[in-house]
């Protein structure tokens, strides 16, 4: 409901209310009001018994009942308060009782059919009309009764055409348009009806007014028939045309929905169609994902290896100056002392741990550039595996007894089973394979070593009877940094050896089931002929007196390294060498300016003149004085040096930290007896590296 008719219903339904106490005070104050209320009461209850029946306004709408009727005979007959005050009543009975409307539709109906009614009775006593009780009806009566019918139509169309125009915006002249022929005919037969009414009840009394129910009531009964007739044809009219209309439309429907059910069959092959590359889509992004994955890891492991390599070449190459100063002393130490006994029993056993930790160094270094390296002594797996089990000893007996459990160990390998290959790496492959398999039991359980020839191989197997491992450690044991023993283990023991045995040519495989212990196989090429690969052999120990050279040269050592310095200095003058030393690269050049030199061996990591700026500078000086000088670089770099790099800083020579008397020895002898001028190092062949 809108605020305009909302309003305009109160302002109705207000006026109506007075207008209505307004006729019950008037009725109140007339001197005969009771017996005028004893008269109307037979009129009330005609009213409320004839209330259901009606002839309906086809086309408005609007309906005349019999209620008009006996309202216009009550305004003839008692004036326009009492036909006022019972109309209200009617209309609020129909409204709330009858029809069970809400109260503001009923107070406003019953407010509309107290306007109408009292503007009947005014235009009615307005124009004076004759009264039709006097006497018999005649043609003078007729202008009343029409005043009398339009009056009551024309105020009580207007006050609902109101609201209508004020709830769907109809105009009245639209309104108007819609109204029939009928609906002026039977409102007008209404007024008819109630004036003769009036004029049978003042003939006859109440048998004149009961005997004319009788036609009304065959009238209200065709007139509805007919409207409902009426309102048949024209609602099948209505549907005719909205089916045939639907008709036309649901034609169109038909073609359109014919075109979308083509075009969403398309829409449908389309989308299948991209579903289909979608799906090819998402499998090659998920398969490109999980490479750039691996790949990413691996790009992380690379990086880590990276950064261990460049941390481990240059802790290799500190350990190479501390190796290099131990053996050159116990070398020059074991020259000195004379055969047998303790000390000399001290300084081999100095010496070959020295050496052992000079070839450890060496590998961490080939480890770290991916280097290989050639391998040419033969060994014995079987002695190998003997050194190893005394050297894990103190795991699988002594701490074992110690914490009260028992590891049986047990060796079946042949003898003489013969590789080609680095002892030392070799040994430790078998260390870290037998202490990962004691670490396995923790309680103690059996260590089962097997080796064997077959073929062309050699098959050496180290078998636990711990708690085994599933698939995925099993795939994953050899990558670096992979480690089942959390933050006490670096990861890099399985993946070493098994570096080691590649380079060796070899294989090694592992086979492990959770719950079944876990067998390392290492597989190796065999020695085919023993006689092919010379063995080392013991060679007559050497003294200071051996070790000299033919001829004495000029030498100049150049390192601020102290202890390296001084042990090869005090080697070179061992070999009859007239030998000079500078600490730093900047003193090196300016002794050589000053006294000149054969021969110079020089460091290559030196704080202010490095061993690149020393070996140019002494190079370039020795081409101006025309002179002969030999350039060796000493440095723990070893083979990481290229060629070219050499050639272009005019390096003859390379001694590799730490080097042994013998090497330094053959780098002296092989010089000739008279340099001459050597204006460029020497052929490619001559600048070689020793160590």
């Known amino acids: 409901m809108t605020s305009s008719l909302r309003i305009y219903i109160t302002l109705v339904a207000g006026f109506g209310l007075l207008l209505l106490a307004s006729s019950i005070a008037n009725l109140l104050q007339q001197p005969d009001s009771q017996l005028l209320l004893l008269r109307a009461i037979p009129w009330l209850l005609l009213v409320l018994a004839v209330s ?284 000195g002392s004379a055969d047998g006994g303790e000390v000399q029993k001290g300084l081999d056993l100095i010496y070959k741990s020295a050496s052992d930790g000079a070839v450890l160094v060496k590998r961490i270094q080939d480890f770290t550039r991916g280097a290989t390296q050639a391998l040419q002594d033969p060994v014995d797996l079987a002695d190998l595996a003997e050194d190893v089990l005394e050297m894990t000893r103190p795991l699988w007996r002594d701490k074992a007894q110690k914490i009260g459990i028992t590891y049986d160990v047990m060796k079946h390998i042949d003898s003489g089973l013969m590789v080609l290959g680095n002892s030392t790496e070799l040994r430790e492959v078998l260390h870290n394979i037998i202490n990962n398999a004691l670490e396995a039991m923790p309680n103690g359980g059996a260590l089962v070593l097997r080796g064997h020839r077959s073929g062309d191989r050699v098959l050496l197997s180290i078998k636990d009877t711990g708690p085994g491992m599933t698939s995925l450690v099993s795939r994953r044991i050899f990558e670096p940094y992979f480690t089942t023993k959390g933050v006490q283990g670096n990861g890099l023991g399985l993946s070493v050896s098994h570096g080691i045995i590649k380079q060796h040519g070899g294989e090694i495989e592992v086979d492990s089931q959770p719950g079944e212990g876990t067998r390392f196989q290492i597989i190796l090429p065999a020695v085919t002929m023993e006689s092919d690969y010379p063995l080392n052999i013991d060679h007559p120990r050497q003294t200071l007196h051996s070790i000299r050279s033919e001829t004495p040269r000029r030498v100049l050592v150049v390192d601020d390294e102290e202890d390296v310095r001084s042990v090869l200095v005090e080697i070179l003058k061992a070999m009859g060498h007239e030998v000079d030393q500078a600490d730093s690269g900047r003193g090196g050049v300016e002794k050589y300016r000053r006294y000149g030199y054969d021969v110079v061996f020089t460091d290559l990591g030196m704080p202010d003149f490095n061993g690149w700026d020393v070996a140019n500078r002494i190079w370039r000086r020795a081409v101006e004085e025309n002179a002969g000088v030999v350039l060796i670089l000493v440095t723990g770099w070893g083979t990481q040096i290229s060629q070219q790099e050499l050639h272009e800083h005019h390096i003859h020579k390379v001694l590799a930290k730490p080097f042994k008397i013998n090497e330094v020895k053959e780098l002296i002898d092989q010089l000739p007896d008279r340099l001459g001028s050597l204006a460029s190092p020497l052929n490619e062949q001559d600048s070689t590296t020793l160590h």
Not at 55 to 70: L, P, R
Not at 78 to 99: E, K, S, T
């Open 52 to 335: 259901r029946y009606e002839i309906v306004a086809s086309g408005s709408g609007s309906a005349s009942t019999m209620n008009s009727t006996v309202d216009f005979c009550l305004i003839l007959t008692f004036g326009g308060p009492l036909a006022i005050c019972i109309g209200a009543l009617n209309a609020l009975y129909l409204n709330l009782v009858r029809m069970k409307r809400p109260w503001y539709k009923a107070l406003f109906n019953v407010s509309q059919i107290s306007i109408s009614l009292l503007g009947s009775s005014l235009v009615y006593s307005l124009l004076k009309l004759p009264d039709a009780g006097s006497g018999p009806l005649r043609l003078a009566h007729l202008p009343g009764f029409a005043a009398l019918a339009i009056s009551f139509f024309v105020i009580n169309q207007l006050l609902v055409s109101v609201a209508i125009r004020l709830e769907t915006g109809m105009s009245l002249g639209s309104q108007l348009r819609r109204m029939h022929y009928f609906d002026q005919l039977s409102n007008a037969f209404v007024a008819f009806l109630g004036v003769t009414m009036y004029y049978m009840y003042l003939r006859t009394g109440w048998a004149g007014v009961l005997l004319m129910l009788l036609p009304m009531g065959w009238l209200v009964h065709h007139s509805r028939r007919f409207n409902l007739l009426k309102e048949v044809h024209e609602e099948l009219d209505r549907k005719t045309r909205l089916l045939e209309e639907g008709s036309v439309e649901l034609t169109s429907k038909n073609s359109r929905l014919e075109e979308l059910n083509s075009s969403l069959s398309n829409q449908k092959r389309t989308l299948q169609s991209q579903a289909i590359a979608m799906e090819n889509t998402n499998r090659a992004l998920s398969e490109s994902n999980r490479r750039l994955k691996e790949t990413q890891v691996q790009l992380l492991r690379s990086e880590k290896l990276k950064a261990m390599g460049q941390m481990a070449s240059g802790v290799a190459h500190d350990f190479n100056n501390i190796l290099g100063a131990i053996l050159a002393k116990v070398e020059l130490l074991r020259l």
